[in-house]
């Protein structure tokens, strides 16, 4: 089986599991897609611990599909589900079932946007020698790219996805670049928020992250502020 087929078969088992997820979480809990669009528009933490202890058992499975379906659509908060997970579970496991359902997540909406935007992108691409150079250096780096931009905390999911979707970067690439990328960041989402709902007990490590989170994005700033100039100046 060569390359494009292989990519095409996984394709397919990505619709058809999706598809299968979707009815099945319907079927199982008519509510439960309205309820998902309410914490997550919401921000009710308390909320959202409640509703997952309420499963029991059951609450990593409707944890992992919340959290599959919210990174698919992009553009809705993942921070009150990785709090609760926290919460609910512990830090540890909180950490992994996080990071498990935001990168499945991200991989499949890339798969279902990659398939719908891919070749209207290549038209737009044609047209311009800055997109085309743009879009061949996503080839080529798209893996280092990708791992960096997942590694970023509380960057916008649906954007990251949107670029990886339109770029050159193999789904392979993709694939590996956000569940080594998507860790870090998971990772501290999920303390961050544990440690914003139990505040009193965690002050110190709570502004020792923060802290660190501003450093890394004024670097970032300052960096691509440097390049700004230099490529002016030149």
Do not use: C
Not at 115 to 124: D, I, P, W, Y
Not at 158 to 164: C, F
Not at 169 to 178: E, G, R, V
Not at 193 to 205: F, S, T
């Amino acid at each position: 089986m060569n390359k494009t087929n292989r990519e095409i078969v996984v394709k397919l088992t990505a619709v058809a599991m999706l598809a299968i997820l979707v009815v099945s979480a319907y079927l199982a809990k008519p509510d439960l897609f309205a309820t998902i669009w309410y914490l997550a528009t919401s921000g009710d933490i308390s909320g959202t611990i409640e509703f997952l202890r309420s499963f029991g058992v059951w609450a990593i499975v409707i944890s992992i599909i919340i959290d599959i379906l919210i990174n698919m659509v992009g553009f809705l908060p993942s921070i009150f589900i990785s709090t609760a997970n926290g919460i609910v579970f512990g830090i540890g496991p909180g950490i992994v079932i996080s990071w498990f359902a935001e990168t499945i997540g991200v991989i499949s909406s890339f798969i279902l946007m990659r398939t719908v935007l891919r070749s209207s992108a290549e038209e737009l691409i044609k047209k311009s020698k800055m997109l085309q150079k743009i879009d061949e250096f996503s080839g080529s780096s798209g893996f280092q790219m990708m791992l960096i931009a997942r590694m970023l905390p509380y960057f916008p999911s649906g954007i990251i996805t949107a670029l990886g979707a339109v770029s050159r970067i193999s789904l392979k690439d993709y694939i590996l670049a956000n569940f080594l990328g998507k860790l870090p960041s998971t990772a501290l989402e999920v303390v961050v928020g544990y440690d914003v709902v139990n505040y009193q007990e965690n002050q110190l490590r709570l502004a020792l992250i923060v802290f660190g989170v501003t450093v890394i994005y004024g670097l970032l700033w300052w960096h691509n502020k440097s390049k700004s100039k230099n490529g002016q100046s030149n």
